[in-house]
């Protein structure tokens, strides 16, 4: 199963963009990024998602290298609310729903 | 479009215990994942239920079932509960029908085992 690697915590000014990376080296061809948000406890909300081309929606964008083996989510224009714990996700191959949780970039707005 | 919607919110429950948890997927959508997030192990993946039948299960022991009905509702049970049992809960709904699919979480029980 691939796995992701990201940095524990990271700072952003707010109003600045924040790029959050994300590495999965060992992803496999049919395997998804996802990235989804978690504040205070609360359910996970859900941001975005790609297989390997960039893709971009009303919260973030996604990058995805070519050989797809990390990411970067942009945010970009931080507020305060975007506060969170950030995680990288790789859905595991085969049928059905398995998200592998690592541990996620706690990212803190500053005002 | 209603969201997913988890019941209870909050739960205390004393060891050997058993506890019954409740979700509600998004209309329309038939897969139905259950997570438990706790400080130590972060969130990790308890099973799967897509059209009534578990289809993927993670790394937990018997004490931990579901089970999913045919409006897709699905209930989480934890039979003879353990302090470490203490966790949020949370349960995810999609359709189910592709790779690509995009998951939504609920709110999450909160359950404290004393």
């Known amino acids: 199963d691939a796995k992701t690697t990201q940095p524990p915590s990271m700072d952003c000014a707010e109003g600045r963009a924040a790029n959050l990376p994300c590495n999965h080296s060992?992803?496999?061809?049919?395997?998804?990024v996802y990235w989804y948000r978690q504040i205070h406890s609360q359910g996970p909300q859900y941001i975005i998602h790609?297989?390997?081309n960039n893709e971009t929606n009303e919260m973030a964008s996604l990058i995805i290298t070519e050989d797809r083996k990390s990411s970067t989510l942009i945010l970009p224009h931080a507020t305060l609310r975007d506060t969170a714990v950030y995680y990288c996700?790789?859905?595991?191959?085969?049928?059905?729903?398995?998200?592998?949780f690592g541990t996620g970039t706690s990212l803190t707005v500053i005002p | 479009k209603a969201g997913v919607t988890q019941t209870p919110r909050y739960l205390i429950k004393t060891r050997g215990q058993q506890v019954t948890l409740s979700c509600s997927p998004i209309?329309?959508?038939?897969?139905v994942s259950w997570y438990q997030q706790t400080p130590g192990q972060g969130l990790q993946f308890l099973f799967e239920?897509?059209?009534?039948?578990?289809?993927n299960k993670g790394n937990f022991p018997g004490r931990f079932s579901g089970r999913q009905f045919s409006n897709s509702r699905s209930e989480m049970n934890v039979s003879t509960l353990e302090l470490g049992d203490s966790a949020l809960y949370l349960c995810?709904?999609?359709?189910?029908?592709?790779?690509?699919?995009?998951?939504?979480f609920g709110p999450g029980t909160r359950l404290t085992v004393l």
């Open positions: 995810a709904s999609s359709s189910g029908r592709a790779l690509g699919d995009t998951q939504y």
């Open positions: 209309s329309g959508h038939r897969s």
């Open positions: 996700i790789v859905r595991v191959a085969g049928t059905g729903n398995q998200f592998y």
């Open positions: 060992t992803i496999s061809g049919n395997e998804y």
């Open positions: 790609g297989l390997k």
């Open positions: 239920y897509f059209s009534e039948t578990q289809r």
